[in-house]
């Protein structure tokens, strides 16, 4: 029986499928995926297993019985790579091309669209695998870069704060938690201290919930977008009409709407 997520202590659904007691899974029958072919509604189930054969895996079907016997035979073709001669990580992969995607052959002419991560994210040649498997490419200086509008929404939603369900691994994310956290003060972004005992969550809190620090992360994250804001919109208009600049929008969206609902910033 695989570990489940908090959210769904008192879902009388549960999975179907033999997966590992290590496994932690979550699952919903209205998920929206955005691509940059459109988007479309999907029932989902995701999966994070800890037993070396991958890091995230999400499987998609019309319920969620079918989206879990989708993820659940992706965690056994690469649970099989991994107990069977291990991984190739590779912290490149290349993309599907655009268009019908029938003839996946490069042109002549034409620029292979490839994926690569620096964050320590890697690819398995032989399964498609993805985890956290190489460490992370530092740009030297990047530490000062100012904050991405995902960065702020990061804050924003008390992403500084361990939650009791942490599923990631501690040590490196409370090193990028306590990066961005040093990055938001060199930037003057105020935060209030995720340490304290007023911020602290049970292990039982609802986590979509908001509370007293999200609340306060919150509101710190829109004043400072109220007197960043045209930078943060250039560099969302900069990002064009891709995954990345999409989300960025929205993001900014909603800090304007709370800006101009504090009185910080006039009403377009």
Same mark, same amino acid.
């Given at each position: 029986m695989p570990r489940i997520a908090p959210q769904h202590a008192t879902d009388p659904w549960r999975p179907l499928c033999a997966w590992s007691d290590t496994c932690l899974v979550q699952w919903g029958? =209205?998920?929206?995926?955005?691509?940059?072919? @459109?988007?479309? @509604?999907t029932a989902f189930f995701e999966a994070f297993p800890s037993d070396g054969s991958g890091g995230y895996l999400r499987g998609e079907g019309k319920t969620v019985e079918e989206a879990e016997a989708d993820c659940f035979s992706q965690w056994q073709r690469q649970h099989a790579c991994h107990t069977t001669g291990g991984h190739r990580w590779t912290r490149a992969r290349? #993309?599907?091309?655009?268009?019908d995607g029938k003839d996946p052959r490069p042109r002549r002419g034409h620029v292979v669209r490839v994926n690569t991560y620096t964050n320590g994210g890697c690819f398995c040649l032989k399964c498609g695998a993805f985890a956290t498997a190489m460490t992370e490419v530092v740009e030297l200086g990047a530490w000062k870069a100012p904050l991405s509008a995902s960065e702020l929404e990061t804050i924003a939603d008390g992403g500084l704060r361990q939650e009791p369900w942490e599923r990631r691994d501690p040590v490196r994310w409370a090193k990028y938690r306590r990066r961005l956290a040093l990055r938001a003060k060199l930037h003057g972004l105020l935060l209030p201290n995720p340490n304290h005992p &007023?911020?602290? #969550? !049970?292990? $039982? !809190?609802d986590p979509f919930e908001d509370d007293a620090f999200r609340t306060a992360c919150r509101e710190a994250v829109v004043r400072f977008y &109220? =007197?960043?804001? #045209?930078?943060?919109? $250039?560099? &969302?208009? !900069?990002? @064009? #009409?891709?995954?990345t600049g999409l989300f960025d929008g929205l993001h900014l969206a909603s800090f304007h709407r709370d800006a101009v609902s504090m009185g910080l910033l006039p009403a377009e």
């Open positions: 029958g =209205k998920g929206v995926v955005l691509s940059e072919s @459109g988007s479309y @509604g290349r #993309l599907k091309p655009r268009g &007023a911020h602290t #969550l !049970a292990p $039982d !809190a &109220a =007197k960043e804001h #045209l930078r943060l919109r $250039d560099e &969302a208009n !900069a990002q @064009g #009409l891709g995954i």
